[in-house]
């Protein structure tokens, strides 16, 4: 096949769909798994939670929702759009929190991440721990180049969870994003090769 770019794809495509989702340690007894359908309970309670709602603009409307939302992540996986883990004890441990790429741009070599832990999992540095482990999937792994981290400018905690991981704050978008309260500036954090 002719290619109309002169630019290989960064990393090509199939790299995702062909494999299953790994399971990957963590520090501290934990492990990111790939969501199940029984987790739907914690994403509606991830959902009620006011941080995780106005931060990640979560809104899940019922378990049926959720399962939905469930199975999307499972067909992103496929499709290669996205890479999203829940964060659980090992052996089939209830999920506490979510971490993952989305946007994922093979091609390019980019992607996004998203993140939220439930209230009573909060104040150990999980997410920190959580973060630093995903990127080194997507960045030796998985062979992306530019991992991108976005936080609006009030969300301290979100700004310190990406500077202990080692994304450098490149700058501040104006605008960026509107929450329930307005519009938000956000700082744009980034990872690329070499960092780690
Ligand atoms: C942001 C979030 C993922 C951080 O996880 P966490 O378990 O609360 O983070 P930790 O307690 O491990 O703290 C990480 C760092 O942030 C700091 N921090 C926590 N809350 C803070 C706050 N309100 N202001 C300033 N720093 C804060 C901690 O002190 C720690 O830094 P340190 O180790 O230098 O002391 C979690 O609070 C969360 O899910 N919040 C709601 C949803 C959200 O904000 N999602 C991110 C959207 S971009």
Known sequence: MI??????????????ARNPQPVLDLPGGLELRPWQLSDADVLVAAGQDPAIRLWNLLVVESPEDARGRIERMHERWQAEQSAIWAIARPGGGE????????????????AEIVYWI???????????EALKRVSRWALEDLGLHRLR???SVANPASCRVA???GYSLEGTMRSALLHADGW?????????QGDL
């Open 149 to 151: 981290l976005c936080h």
């Open 184 to 192: 938000h500036d956000q700082h744009l954090h980034a990872l690329i």
């Open 163 to 165: 500077a202990k991981a």
């Open 95 to 110: 999920a506490m929190g979510l971490i993952g790429w989305g946007d994922i741009d093979l091609k390019d070599g980019s």
């Open 118 to 128: 439930l209230p009573a999992a909060r104040g150990g540095g999980v997410v920190v």
């Open 3 to 16: 290619s109309n770019s002169p630019i290989a794809p960064v990393v090509p495509a199939g790299r995702m």
